[in-house]
Every structure is written in structure tokens, then in C-alpha cells.
């Protein structure tokens, strides 16, 4: 049996997410990845029910606004991370189980954990969510599959660490959800007419900001509802339409064709998730280790390790990226 400390590393990739949110049990929302903050790129994803930064965690950095430790504890669920390599999925559950909109299920498991330590502290909601079997096997399943074990006492103190928190709103506030903080952070009041990722852009920015020329080792990702099941609920409306009518319109005659194009293609991205999720679950080492016992019997492993060698000696030393 896994002990609560066995959690693994989790790729940041739209795709696991996504995979990640179903193993909960969770309907109707779905993780896109974000290749700009530019209002133009939410126009086809709304609604936008949360965001999950990815970002190198530099110790002792200031709270970029006030902690929250009142009353609004009891309305806002936060779990302080108890356990190493938990933020992924703390990330995640904390923007599912603060939605309140009718396209997100929840499912059993989390509604049943979120009954259950709602009226907890931070530090034992965090407690509850790292002891449970359900959320640290969907969170391991996750796994890449790894050819070597190593030793993370060799890890030293200027190995870079990465960190996922979530932004969204709530109750007409902008909240910061980082497990490693006492409570979440308060960004201020978000206006009537205002659209909460205008609020949350220049945050994020000022965030990338901080760090030096050229650091590019970031990922944003979008909690969205279900684009398959926006899509046909559109295309259910306009079939309904032409129904009633009898007859196509100017507007349902182009948006039928294209609605039904869109569902195919969120098939065909779910069908390369699962597909992806196969690879990297998949053990590759007896199929590379007969590939470079061949490659030795036909003396042609030496020159491809040396032509390996000259090729990385031209590109320089790499940054790791996530």
C-alpha cells in the first residue's frame, strides 16, 4: 500500500489534467493550455472557470497580497499542502470544489470529500485530501513512466522547483490558491461589469515579471467547461431551430456544419489524451535495450554515442524545462 508521501511528479500538460479531472470522477469541465494571456485566446473557451499557473518557486517570496485566515474560510475551500509533489492536484481540486456553476459535477468522491472536511482548518483539509486513497491513486496514475530510479537525496540546493497554484473568482473577489500559503490571497474586489481575467492579467504578469530576462519556464492552463458538451447543447439549439422553421436560416445552415466539425475534433483530441497517456505509462527499457544489443553486434553504437557527443558539445548547456 502507498504511504501519504508517495505522490508523484505530474507533467504540466492540458491533456493530464483533463485525464487527471475524470479519474476524480468530475463532469463537465475540461483543462486548455494557454500560449498567451491576451483577451483574444478566452473568446472560444468561456466560461473560464479558474486558471493553474505553473512557475519556479522561489523561497521566501512575499504573499502578493492579504492572506486570508477570517470567516470566509468557512465559504472558501483551501487546503494547505501537507505533502511533497501535491500541488498539481491541489491546484486542481481547489478551483473544482470553489466552482459553483451548473456545467461542473463534481461526482461522488469529491462532493463526498468536500462534505466531509469543509468545517476543517486548512491544515486538516490538507491532512484529509493527502490521505486519501481515491485522489493519491487517480494523482499517481498520472505518472510518467521512468527508466531509472533516482536518489532524490541527490537533489541539491540549486535544483530548480516548480510550483502550480490556481486563480479564480469568488463571491465577486479574485482569490489566489496556493497550498503552501496559511489561507488564500485576497486580490481585491472584481467589478459588476468586469470580467475577472482582466483582473487576474496583469497579476500574472507582474508574477512573470519578477523573474530574469529569458526565464520562459511557465505554464498556464485554463479550467473550461466541457467543449463537447457546449458544442452540442449549440447544435441541439439550432436543430431545434430549423425545426421549428422548416427550413435552414442564413445562420444555421453555416453554424450546423462547423458545430459538427468542432465535436469531431474534441473526439479526436480526448481519443489522443488517452492515446498519450498509454505512451507514457508504457516501459520502453526492454525495447531499448534489444535496440542497443543489436546496434553493439552491428558495431554501430559506438559512432552514433560519438556523433551523440559532438552534436550536444555544439548546442551547449540546456536549461530544464517543464
Not at 468557512?74 to 481540486?93: G, H, P, S
Amino acid at each position: 500500500m502507498e504511504s501519504a508521501g508517495d505522490w508523484c511528479l505530474i507533467e504540466s500538460d492540458p491533456g493530464v489534467f483533463t485525464q487527471l479531472i475524470k479519474k476524480f470522477g468530475a463532469k463537465g469541465v475540461q483543462v486548455e493550455e494557454l500560449w498567451t494571456i491576451e483577451d483574444s485566446i478566452f473568446e472560444n473557451l468561456r466560461p473560464v472557470h479558474g486558471l493553474i499557473f505553473l512557475f519556479k518557486y522561489l523561497q521566501h517570496e512575499e504573499p502578493s497580497g492579504p492572506v486570508v485566515t477570517d470567516d470566509r474560510l468557512e465559504k472558501i475551500y483551501f487546503a494547505k499542502q501537507v505533502i511533497n509533489n501535491a500541488c498539481a492536484t491541489q491546484a486542481i481540486i481547489s478551483l473544482l470544489l470553489n466552482c459553483n456553476h451548473p456545467d461542473v459535477d463534481l461526482g461522488p468522491e469529491l462532493s463526498k470529500l468536500k462534505e466531509f472536511s469543509m468545517s476543517f482548518d486548512p491544515k486538516m483539509r490538507g491532512l484529509t485530501l493527502s490521505n486519501s486513497q481515491t485522489i493519491r491513486s487517480a494523482h499517481n496514475s498520472m505518472a510518467q513512466q521512468t527508466l531509472f530510479e533516482f536518489d532524490p537525496k541527490m537533489a541539491t540546493k540549486d535544483d530548480d522547483a516548480y510550483h502550480f497554484i490556481a486563480y479564480m473568482p469568488i463571491e465577486g473577489k479574485l482569490y489566489e490558491l496556493d497550498g503552501l500559503r496559511e489561507g488564500p490571497i485576497d486580490h481585491g474586489a472584481i467589478a459588476p461589469e468586469q470580467d475577472w481575467l482582466d483582473v487576474v492579467r496583469p497579476i500574472i504578469l507582474k508574477r512573470i515579471n519578477v523573474y530574469t530576462e529569458g526565464e520562459i519556464h511557465f505554464n498556464l492552463m485554463a479550467l473550461v467547461s466541457d467543449r463537447k458538451m457546449i458544442y452540442e447543447r449549440q447544435l441541439e439549439e439550432h436543430l431545434k431551430e430549423v425545426q421549428m422553421l422548416g427550413m435552414e436560416t442564413d445562420i444555421t445552415e453555416n453554424e450546423i456544419p462547423k458545430l459538427r466539425m468542432f465535436i469531431e475534433y474534441e473526439d479526436a483530441k480526448m481519443a489522443r489524451y488517452q492515446l498519450e497517456m498509454v505512451r507514457r505509462r508504457h516501459n520502453y527499457l526492454p525495447f531499448i535495450i534489444t535496440l542497443l544489443k543489436i546496434l553493439a553486434e552491428e558495431k554501430k553504437l559506438l559512432p552514433l554515442f560519438e556523433k551523440a557527443k559532438e552534436r550536444a558539445a555544439k548546442k551547449g548547456p540546456k536549461k530544464m524545462k517543464v
